[in-house]
């Protein structure tokens, strides 16, 4: 499996978790001037921007470290973007991240870090 298919998967099993917490899974590779959101969802009335890393090893460390705060501040403006377009002026914005870590054919290690930066 290539590296685009193994991203694939693992936001298709971040938006299929999500789900199945209760949440509702929006837009799916949103993108603007700013750049991409791999998921858009709404938590209640939260408008939650995902950030979905999934990684085969930790050997270049764990999914989780590669939301440098370079990233953080790019997801940042794609959630104004995001906002402006929707019309959810004044709505609350939360940044989660999906570490996903594939330990089997169809089985793979999620963490779900929710408010996981500003």
Known sequence: MD???LGQRGE???AAYLERVGMTVVERNWRCVSGEADVVALDGETLVIVEVKTRRSDAAGSPEEAVSPTKQK???RIARHYVAH???DGCEVRFDVIAIRP???DRA???HH???FY
């Open 3 to 5: 590296r685009k298919e």
């Open 12 to 14: 298709d099993a971040a």
């Open 74 to 76: 790019r997801l940042s």
């Open 86 to 88: 929707a019309g959810l």
């Open 103 to 105: 330990i089997g054919t």
């Open 109 to 111: 290690l999620l963490r």
């Open 114 to 116: 929710r408010a996981a």
